[in-house]
Nanobody, 122 residues
């Protein structure tokens, strides 16, 4: 059984930065693609960023390109999301997800973390 645990969320002012972490256990982490999704109140969950098993391929939603960076450390079974120049519209619960294939579709992912709240004040 795979377990994903996110951390690093919190309250930050607009223009600030946060780094989210997601640590996996239970499987060979380095064999899997990882992704971050987010869900704001009253909205559907949306793709934010994804990274291939090797780290060689990354995808970003247009809304976060140039501001967010996804990376991974397979030795630590951890994927990161560095979020800079945060905006109030980035406020959401952020979830990490894991599966074999890198995809922007949440339907592809079978393993999910519990989520971490990010709140950006104006």
């Amino acid at each position: 059984q795979v377990q994903l645990v996110e951390s690093g969320g919190g309250l930050v002012q607009a223009g600030g930065s946060l780094r989210l972490s997601c640590t996996a256990s239970g499987r060979t982490f380095s064999s899997y693609a990882m992704a971050w999704f987010r869900q704001a109140p009253g909205k559907e969950r949306e793709f934010v960023a994804g990274i291939s098993w090797s780290g060689g391929t990354t995808y970003y939603a247009d809304s976060v390109k140039g501001r967010f960076t996804i990376s991974r450390d397979n030795a630590k079974n951890t994927v990161y999301l560095q979020m800079n120049s945060l905006k109030p519209e980035d406020t959401a619960v952020y979830y990490c997800a894991l599966d074999f294939i890198l995809s922007e579709s949440q339907k592809q992912y079978h393993y999910w973390g519990q989520g971490t709240q990010v709140t950006v004040s104006s």
